[in-house]
């Protein structure tokens, strides 16, 4: 993708954007740290919660890598806020990763709310969803439609715990560091789950069924993918409910 125009957005306002609605005792989990992410401890991805204030503003040096959870959670018994399934509460929005690398940019059938360059000519593509999903299980589903579709890396397939770039950070896999870049800032853009899937061409996989993963044409190996950490669901929680319910 050849443009010289990118829009600018602060950290702090793009949170605002994705999560101002939401209530005052839910967290966006923030990640921030300096080096190559896929050579950092494994505590580097240790977050902290967003804190939302109309002063002041959130520190994530420009410098450094910046994730932020697509979904807010909600404090355990003690008050701390961790990136864990158990504590998750909404998911505010889906994500396509390594759009220009791995995934065709003409496969991006739908307009993004964001799309951001984290390397060259290689993007996130972000979609707010106008009513947040609630429920995890729902939650699931749209996600493992998209790396069904191939839309972005199986690693990603747990959307409950998932990181984003944030927009003013840098990619520490490069040297020097690639300074991410928001190439399209559309947040009056929001849709609803359905908009999503008939939008981007998806095909919901029903619970209980096996998934397959497709090879579609212009998708190609990704020689600098831009996979962030999460973490690894210990099994399908749909699977497990409708088994349990003995569907």
Not at 118 to 123: E, I, M, R, V
Not at 211 to 238: F, L, M, N, Y
Request: glycine residues 8%; aromatic residues 8%.
């Amino acid at each position: 993708m050849e443009t010289g125009e990118t829009d600018t957005v602060g950290n702090d306002d793009f949170l605002q954007a994705l999560f101002g609605d939401d209530t005052a005792e839910t967290r966006s989990i923030l990640v921030s740290f300096s080096g190559n992410p896929a050579r950092v401890p494994t505590t580097f991805w240790f977050g902290s919660p967003w804190a939302r204030s109309t002063v002041g503003v959130t520190d994530l040096p420009a410098d450094r890598n910046n994730y932020f959870s697509l979904a807010p959670f909600i404090p355990d018994e003690a008050g701390r806020y961790r990136r864990k399934k158990s504590r998750f509460h909404a998911l505010h929005a889906v994500m396509l990763d390594d759009v220009g690398n791995k995934v065709a940019m003409e496969r991006m059938t739908l307009p993004p709310s964001w799309l951001l360059e984290t390397s060259q000519d290689n993007f996130q593509a972000g979609y707010m969803l106008r009513d947040p999903l609630t429920d995890g299980l729902v939650a699931d589903r749209p996600m493992e439609a998209i790396v069904t579709a191939g839309l972005c890396d199986p690693g990603g397939s747990g959307p409950k715990t998932r990181l984003a770039r944030l927009p003013v950070a840098v990619n520490g896999k490069h040297t020097p560091p690639f300074a991410c870049r928001m190439l399209e800032w559309s947040p009056q853009l929001r849709y609803s789950i359905k908009e999503v899937v008939e939008g981007l061409q998806l095909e919901m996989v029903q619970p209980g069924r096996p998934k397959q993963q497709k090879t579609h044409p212009g998708q190609r190996q990704s020689t600098d993918g831009d996979p962030v950490w999460i973490t690894r669901p210990d099994e399908s929680a749909v699977l497990v409910v409708f088994l349990q319910r003995g569907k």
